[in-house]
Structure formats: structure tokens, C-alpha cells
């Protein structure tokens, strides 16, 4: 029983697996997450769905960094400035 439904009203879109008892397991921000004893996850809620979809396209490329990371920002010039140390270093090796 896989079923996708999309509640305009609400703006919430719910995803479900199998069918979902009792009430919602875990909240974590928009996303509302529904699991058995077995801890199968049996539905996913997602709340403000289409502010969830536009912050996810706008975002598409872009990863958040946590824990020592937090704060670090990546640019295009440190990536390719890695892959030219990293080609250097295999070049060396053969």
C-alpha cells in the first residue's frame, strides 16, 4: 500500500507505506515521520510542502555542513583548486 496525496488546503503532502497507526512518531521541523514497533517507517508527513519544494530546488547544489564543518563555506575556486593538488599527486605517483 504505497499511496501519495497532496492536501492543497493544508499545503501537505503524505507519503505512506503501509497503513498508519496511532499517532505520528517523530517531528523534526516540517518533517513528520510515522514508524511501527519494529521501527519501519510507515509514513512520512512533509508540512508547508511547497516551502519545503522551493527551498529544496534553491538549494539544489548546495550542501549544509555540520559539526566541525559548521560555518565552512566551499567555493568553486577551493574545489578545483583541490582537484589540481589531488591530479598533481596522482601524476607523482606514476
Do not use: A, H
Amino acid at each position: 500500500m504505497n499511496t501519495v496525496t497532496y492536501i492543497p488546503s493544508k499545503d501537505e503532502l503524505l507519503l505512506k507505506f503501509c497503513p498508519l497507526k496511532g499517532k505520528k512518531s517523530k517531528k523534526s521541523g516540517n518533517f513528520i515521520l510515522w514508524y511501527d514497533k519494529q521501527g519501519n517507517i510507515c509514513g512520512i508527513e512533509i508540512e508547508s510542502y511547497q516551502k519545503e519544494l522551493e527551498e529544496l530546488t534553491k538549494n539544489f547544489n548546495v550542501i549544509k555542513l555540520d559539526g566541525i564543518w559548521e560555518g565552512i563555506k566551499i567555493t568553486d575556486k577551493d574545489i578545483k583548486q583541490t582537484r589540481r593538488e589531488l591530479i598533481s599527486k596522482f601524476e607523482k605517483k606514476w
